[in-house]
């Protein structure tokens, strides 16, 4: 079992940066990936950044060049950076990780934090 807890949504102007956090139970080590996905309201779940172990980092279009994701390994902690936030970047962001028993894969998702880009 992994544990995500999210921090740091809120209401930003266009224009605007925010940061979330993940405090994740296990360290990326024993896990390989975290990442962000996000839910726009009436819209599939969708996603936006992963980080390995190894440090690769993974985009969505829609996000690159925009978004920073990172992790401090000693907290266990993955931070989404997201700079020019878009009405668009608008919806529920769910921290997301997975493991592998017995080759049976298990995804684990934080209670998701809301994010509001408004005039």
């Known amino acids: 079992q992994v544990q995500l807890v999210e921090s740091g949504g809120g209401l930003v102007q266009p224009g605007g940066s925010l940061r979330l956090s993940c405090a994740a139970s296990?360290?990326?080590?024993?896990?390989?990936?975290m990442g962000w996905y996000r839910q726009a309201p009436g819209k599939e779940r969708e996603f936006v950044a992963t980080?390995?172990?190894?440090?690769?980092?993974n985009y969505a279009n829609s996000v690159q060049g925009r978004f920073t994701i990172s992790i401090d390994i000693a907290e266990k902690t993955v931070f989404l950076r997201m700079n020019s936030l878009e009405p668009e970047d608008t919806g529920v962001y769910y921290c997301?990780?997975?493991?592998?028993?017995?080759?049976?894969?298990?995804?684990?998702w934080g209670q998701g934090t809301q994010v509001t880009v408004s005039s």
């Open positions: 980080i390995s172990s190894g440090g690769t980092r």
């Open positions: 997301y990780t997975r493991e592998f028993r017995e080759s049976v894969r298990y995804d684990y």
């Open positions: 296990r360290s990326i080590f024993t896990l390989g990936v």
